[in-house]
């Protein structure tokens, strides 16, 4: 099912660790409200953690919703809700460590976490918020850590009238969408025609934001 990949390209440290993230995140205030924290290479020594999510997560394909049709979307996912244990105990972790770090702004914890998993470079996400709850109407925030092949997460704001923001997520690399940016921004992980193996992204988010 997934392109040849070999673990250590993306990380050769066996022993996982991570950045405290006090010192470490850059903030961008994208206007109306939202902004984006990023930090590269938060998460090192993770080869393992790829690998086994890699292979164990039971991934399933994605149907939405499509005018009067429902379609594959193309990658493949599996959900992990409120009060259900992660796939490896470092996901627990790093949800923790978030939750930790952004508990005085956001009030409240991080509890779940969807995975995706984009198999080559021809599975991708269209643009959208993650407004299928919450975050539809309130300020929230959706922290991502990526694993394995980088691929860009690209933002715009929501109705147009400027150029899209790139952001390359590379192994290990956290980015934070925070504020209104479910509602005032969209985002998306294009298509590629470079030939790229599997990347993994682990969405960290509140209660009753989808
Ligand atoms: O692949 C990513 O990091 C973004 C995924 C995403 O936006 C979503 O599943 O809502
Ligand atoms: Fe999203």
Avoid at 51 to 63: A, G, I, K, M, Q
Avoid at 184 to 192: A, D, I, M, Q
Wanted: hydrophobic share 35%; glycine share 10%; net charge positive.
């Amino acid at each position: 099912m997934f392109a040849r990949h070999q673990a250590s390209l993306f990380d050769i440290a066996d022993v996982p660790t991570i950045e405290p993230l006090g010192g470490a995140l850059t903030r961008t205030e994208l206007g109306a409200g939202a902004w984006l924290d990023t930090c590269p290479s938060w998460l090192r020594g993770s080869a393992g953690l790829f690998d086994e999510l890699l292979r164990s997560v039971p991934w399933r394909r994605e149907r939405r919703p499509m005018y009067d049709r429902v379609v594959d979307v193309p990658r493949l996912v599996c959900y992990y809700p409120d009060g259900i244990a992660l796939p490896h105990p470092l996901l627990t972790e790093l949800r923790d460590a978030l939750s930790r770090h952004y508990a005085p702004e956001l009030g409240e914890r991080f509890t779940t976490a969807g995975l995706c998993c984009y198999r080559d470079g021809s599975d991708s996400v269209a643009w959208h918020g993650d407004t299928a709850g919450r975050g539809a109407d309130t300020d929230t925030m959706v922290a991502i850590v990526s694993l394995g092949a980088a691929r860009p997460l690209l933002l715009r704001p929501r109705g147009g009238g400027a150029a899209s923001l790139r952001y390359p997520q590379g192994h290990g690399d956290l980015l934070v969408m925070g504020g209104s940016c479910q509602r005032t921004w969209e985002h998306c992980v294009p298509k590629t025609a470079q030939p790229i193996g599997p990347r993994i992204s682990v969405q960290f988010r509140p209660r009753g934001v989808r």
